[in-house]
C-alpha cells in the first residue's frame, strides 16, 4: 500500500513540476519575493537587537537560530501542502467530489495535486541561516543533538501540517475556510519569537492547543538549556495532531454534500 502512494505520489510530483517548469519567470519572481520578505523581517530583527541586548531571555544569535529553525518547519507545509489554501473553493463549487470518488486516500489526492516551489527558496535561507547561526552559538554537534535537530524539523513540519489541515477541513462545515486558515497563519508568525514574551496565558496556548512553540521556540530552548523532555514531547504532539486532523477530516468527508445535490 506505501510504495503504491509513493509511485503514485512520485508520478504527480513529475506532472506538477513539468507544469511549473513552464512558468519558470513566475517561479524565480514570487521565489525571490519570499525571500525578500523573509530578509526584511530579519533586517527588522537586527533593528530590535539594536535597542536591546536580548528578547525574551533570548540574544541575537538565539534568536536568529530560532527563526531559521521556524523557517525549515514551516516550509514542506508551504511546498507540498499549499493545496490546503484552495480546498474551501473546491467545497463551494462542488468539485470536490472528484476526490472522493477515486479509490485512493481524498486527502493524499487532494494535496498531491499542487506544489508550490516558491517555497524551497525559503527552505534554503532557513538552511543557510540556520548553518551560520548554529555555529555562532555554543552547540556541540555530537549525534545526540543531530538526531534531536532531525526529530525537531521533520515532527514540527507535520505539526504545522496537521494545524493548517484541520483548518482547512472547517471548510466541510463553513462557507470560507480561508478566513480561518489566514488566522492560523497569522498565528504562526508568532512562532518566530521566544514565547516567553507572550505571557503565561498564551504561552500556553501556544504549547498544547495552537501547539506553534514547537516550530522554533522549544527546539531551540533544548539546544540552549538541554531539557531532552522537549525531544519526546515534539513527535507525541505531532502524533496526536496526526490523529485530530484526520479524524476531522474523515467526519467533513462523510457530512460533506456537493451544491446541488
Not at 34 to 56: P, Y
Not at 141 to 150: D, G, P, R, T, Y
Not at 165 to 175: A, E
Request: proline share 4%; glycine share 6%.
Amino acid at each position: 500500500m506505501i510504495k503504491k502512494y509513493l509511485e503514485l505520489y512520485k508520478m504527480l510530483l513529475k506532472q506538477n513540476l513539468k507544469m511549473k517548469l513552464e512558468f519558470r519567470t513566475d517561479f524565480y519572481i514570487s521565489s525571490l519575493a519570499l525571500i525578500i520578505v523573509n530578509l526584511f523581517s530579519c533586517f527588522s530583527t537586527l533593528l530590535l537587537f539594536s535597542q536591546t541586548k536580548e528578547i525574551g531571555d533570548f540574544d541575537k544569535n538565539e534568536l536568529f537560530f530560532l527563526y531559521a529553525l521556524y523557517l525549515i518547519i514551516i516550509s514542506p507545509q508551504q511546498i507540498f501542502f499549499d493545496n490546503l489554501w484552495l480546498a474551501w473553493t473546491h467545497f463551494i463549487d462542488g468539485t470536490f467530489i472528484k476526490y472522493m470518488l477515486r479509490p485512493i486516500d481524498s486527502m493524499f489526492y487532494f494535496v498531491s495535486e499542487r506544489i508550490d516551489l516558491k517555497g524551497v527558496g525559503q527552505l534554503v535561507l532557513g538552511i543557510i541561516l540556520l548553518v551560520y547561526f548554529a555555529h555562532q552559538l555554543p552547540i556541540i554537534w555530537h549525534l545526540q543533538n543531530i538526531i534531536a535537530l532531525l526529530i525537531f524539523i521533520i515532527f514540527g513540519s507535520i505539526i504545522y501540517i496537521c494545524i493548517m489541515v484541520i483548518g482547512s477541513s472547517t471548510g466541510f462545515w463553513l462557507s470560507d475556510s480561508l478566513t480561518v486558515l489566514d488566522f492560523l497563519a497569522q498565528i504562526k508568525a508568532y512562532g518566530r519569537y521566544p514565547l516567553d514574551i507572550y505571557g503565561p496565558i498564551l504561552k500556553n496556548i501556544f504549547t498544547f492547543i495552537l501547539p506553534i512553540g514547537f516550530l522554533g521556540f522549544y527546539p531551540v530552548k533544548f539546544f540552549i538549556d538541554g531539557d531532552f523532555r522537549i525531544v519526546v514531547l515534539t513527535p507525541c504532539i505531532a502524533l496526536i495532531l496526526i490523529f485530530l486532523s484526520r479524524q476531522i477530516w474523515k467526519i467533513g468527508i462523510k457530512r460533506y454534500i456537493p451544491p446541488g445535490s
